[in-house]
């Protein structure tokens, strides 16, 4: 089974789409493909769908919706031609406590995003800048969107989908920093000028931002990207910019004009790539 929600919801059982179109299957769909291969309980299931209060009919009306699933894996395991021997109860487990979908030996962009960020990763803690921004580029280029974009959200999808995002936000955020590493600054500014909008509390993405701009010789906007976010930080959280955001300041703000002969120093965690 190939299993994609790195954007919309697509899983494909022998090539075939098994993806329904009504809302409430696709949920349950969502639920099952992200937790492939283990059991997902029917009260977990019954409360993504109607939360804390569900209908006296959720059971039946969940069986249904297993049922209508069902009938889509059969259809895609008669039109890919097998021999038989499997039908859908052999992919979708009814089992004593609940539910479970074979993966199998698909694919699946979650794991596949997962495998490259961990080399990349791996990378960059050797210091092979090349390879970690390489790696950590083909992770970012598997997601097409929001994560289940096309897929309403209870509460267990909507803790999956923040988990999913914070691994996005933590592989961009060393990709960023890799291609620092590799003097890439004035093409990262583009990209960092709408991350900060998008994340404006981000300190990571901050950092990075006052990174690139000070090494493209912009170092008014760099200490100003840092008044913003200490603006912001205040106002939203009641917090002030952490040690290492403001010794990064600190040392852009006693640097004199970018492009001085003597270089500025990394704070003393080395969180940032060097500045000058």
Not at 34 to 52: C, I, Q, R, Y
Not at 142 to 149: F, K, R, S
Not at 232 to 240: F, H, I, K, S
Request: proline share 6%.
């Amino acid at each position: 089974m190939d299993i994609d929600v790195l954007g919309t919801l697509a899983v494909r059982e022998q090539g075939v789409s098994i993806t329904p179109t009504a809302p409430k299957p696709r949920q349950v769909l969502a639920l099952l493909a992200l937790n492939a291969d283990k059991v997902v309980p029917v009260a977990t299931l019954t409360e993504e769908l109607w939360g804390a209060r569900p209908p006296r009919s959720a059971r039946p009306t969940l069986q249904t919706y297993i049922l209508q699933l069902r009938e889509l894996i059969n259809g895609a395991l008669r039109q890919d031609g097998g021999d038989g021997q499997r039908s859908a109860k052999d992919v979708l487990l009814t089992v004593p406590s609940g539910y479970l979908l074979k993966g199998g030996t698909g694919s699946s962009d979650v794991r596949e995003f997962e495998r490259l960020a961990g080399t990349g990763y791996r990378a960059m803690d050797a210091e092979d800048y090349p390879e970690a921004a390489a790696r950590l580029r083909e992770a970012l280029a598997l997601w097409t969107g929001p994560a289940l974009a096309d897929v309403h959200a209870g509460v267990h999808l909507e803790t999956q989908i923040r988990r999913l995002e914070e691994s996005r936000l933590c592989a961009l955020d060393q990709r960023i920093e890799a291609d620092l590493r590799l003097g890439r600054h004035r093409e990262l500014l583009a990209e960092l000028t709408v991350l900060v909008s998008r994340y404006p509390s981000h300190e990571s993405l901050c950092g990075q931002y006052m990174v690139a701009l000070y090494r493209s010789g912009r170092r008014g906007e760099a200490l100003n990207a840092y008044q913003r976010l200490r603006a912001t930080l205040v106002r939203t959280l009641g917090l002030e910019p952490s040690p290492v955001l403001a010794k990064l300041q600190q040392s852009i703000l006693m640097s004199g004009p970018a492009g001085a002969p003597s270089a500025v120093g990394a704070p003393a965690t080395g969180r940032f790539a060097q500045v000058g």
